[in-house]
T-cell receptor, first 113, second 111 residues
Framework: KAGVTQTPRYLIKTRGQQVTLSCSPI?????VSWYQQTPGQGLQFLFEYFSETQRNKGNFPGRFSGRQFSNSRSEMNVSTLELGDSALYLCASSTMESTDTQYFGPGTRLTVL | GQQVMQIPQYQHVQEGEDFTTYCNSSTTLSNIQWYKQRPGGHPVFLIQLVKSGEVKKQKRLTFQFGEAKKNSSLHITATQTTDVGTYFC???????????FGSGTQLTVLP
C-alpha cells in the first residue's frame, strides 16, 4: 500500500498571505489528522476529519481550517500567515479514530518570512 | 487539559550503551503509543501498549506500561547508530478523542 503523501513538501510565504496544503491518506483510511510540529511546541494536534466532517479540533485560532473530500483526501488552509506559523505540518491517517495508530506523511515545511 | 511529559529531553550515548526514555501522563491512559522520528523525517509508529503493567519487546527495544496506566518507558539495549532520532510517546486525551504527544527525547548515538 502506498503511504500518506503530502504536497508540497516545501513552501515559502510572506506574512499576510494564505497557504493550502494537501494530504492523501493511505487507501482505506478514513480519518485524517493534521499536526503542527515546531522545535518549541513539539507535535500539536490541529484537527481531524472523518467522512468529510471535522470531528475533532485542537487549540488553534480560526485562521487554521481544513476540509476533507469524498475520496478522503484532505486539505488544510492557513490564512493571514504569521511568522509563528513557520513549522512542519504533518498529516496522518488512521483507519477509523484519531486515537488509533497514526501513519504520518513526510510533512510540508512552511517558512513564513 | 491532559499533559504528557517526557524525560530526558536530550540524551547522548556511546554506541553500545543502553538508553531509556520515560513518559508520564497527568491522566490515566487507555493506551500508549510510541513513535520514532529520524532526523529530517516524520514520526513512525513503533508500538502500542494497552494493558496495565504490559511489557513488549521489539529486538533491542523494550516498552513498558505502568501499573497505573499513567507512565511508560522505552529502553534500548546496546544502542546502534541506526537508533538515532527522537522518540515520542502519545496517549489519547480522554473525551477529546485526539492523541496528545509527549515532548520527545532526542537520542544521539556517538560511534
Amino acid at each position: 500500500k502506498a503511504g500518506v503523501t503530502q504536497t508540497p513538501r516545501y513552501l515559502i510565504k510572506t506574512r499576510g498571505q494564505q497557504v493550502t496544503l494537501s494530504c492523501s491518506p493511505i487507501s482505506g483510511h478514513r480519518s485524517v489528522s493534521w499536526y503542527q510540529q515546531t522545535p518549541g511546541q513539539g507535535l500539536q494536534f490541529l484537527f481531524e476529519y472523518f467522512s468529510e466532517t471535522q470531528r475533532n479540533k485542537g487549540n488553534f485560532p480560526g485562521r487554521f481550517s481544513g476540509r476533507q473530500f469524498s475520496n478522503s483526501r484532505s486539505e488544510m488552509n492557513v490564512s493571514t500567515l504569521e511568522l509563528g506559523d513557520s513549522a512542519l505540518y504533518l498529516c496522518a491517517s488512521s483507519t477509523m479514530e484519531s486515537t488509533d495508530t497514526q501513519y504520518f506523511g513526510p510533512g510540508t515545511r512552511l517558512t513564513v518570512l | 487539559g491532559q499533559q504528557v511529559m517526557q524525560i530526558p529531553q536530550y540524551q547522548h550515548v556511546q554506541e553500545g550503551e543502553d538508553f531509556t526514555t520515560y513518559c508520564n501522563s497527568s491522566t490515566t491512559l487507555s493506551n500508549i503509543q510510541w513513535y520514532k522520528q529520524r532526523p529530517g523525517g516524520h514520526p513512525v509508529f513503533l508500538i502500542q501498549l494497552v494493558k496495565s503493567g504490559e511489557v513488549k519487546k521489539q529486538k533491542r527495544l523494550t516498552f513498558q506500561f505502568g501499573e497505573a496506566k499513567k507512565n511508560s518507558s522505552l529502553h534500548i539495549t546496546a544502542t546502534q547508530t541506526t537508533d538515532v532520532g527522537t522518540y515520542f510517546c502519545a496517549g489519547p486525551s480522554g473525551s477529546a478523542r485526539q492523541l496528545t504527544f509527549g515532548s520527545g527525547t532526542q537520542l544521539t548515538v556517538l560511534p
